[in-house]
């Protein structure tokens, strides 16, 4: 029974001394508000995202991991950025798909006394 009292009055003792010291007790000033982290080097917004621009691309930390609006924003940068060179790749193939069509057409002479 006296053991059981002792480890009662050791609980409500380290409750109070954990409260006090989250708390600050009263006796100091309330911590200043912090402002919130921002990407320290955003995308560039004056030319195309490179390689170089992904792999230095670091996230704040909040308090519950990364800012969704920031990974967000920087996700939809890059993707509608690829779709646009993945758009520009496909049009280029096919003008060189083209290219090499009349290439081929006009590098073939008719032969000489083949006449239809």
């Known amino acids: 029974m006296f053991m059981f009292l002792f480890l009662v009055v050791g609980l409500a003792v380290v409750v109070g001394a954990v409260t006090l010291s989250v ?3 009263g006796d100091s000033a309330p911590l200043p508000d912090v402002a919130p982290e921002r990407l320290d080097d955003p995308l560039p917004p004056d030319r195309p995202v490179n390689h170089a621009d992904i792999e ?3 996230f704040p930390l909040a308090a519950r991991g990364y800012r969704m ?3 967000d924003d920087a996700l939809g ?3 509608a950025e690829l779709a646009e060179r993945d758009a520009r790749i496909a049009d280029l ?3 060189l798909a083209g290219a090499q069509a009349s290439a081929h057409v006009s590098m073939q002479k ?3 006394g083949d006449q239809q």
Do not use: C, N, Q, S
């Open 77 to 79: 940068r890059i993707a």
């Open 56 to 58: 230095t691309l670091r």
């Open 69 to 71: 609006a920031e990974v």
């Open 110 to 112: 008719p032969v000489e």
């Open 93 to 95: 193939e096919h003008a």
């Open 23 to 25: 708390i600050g007790g």
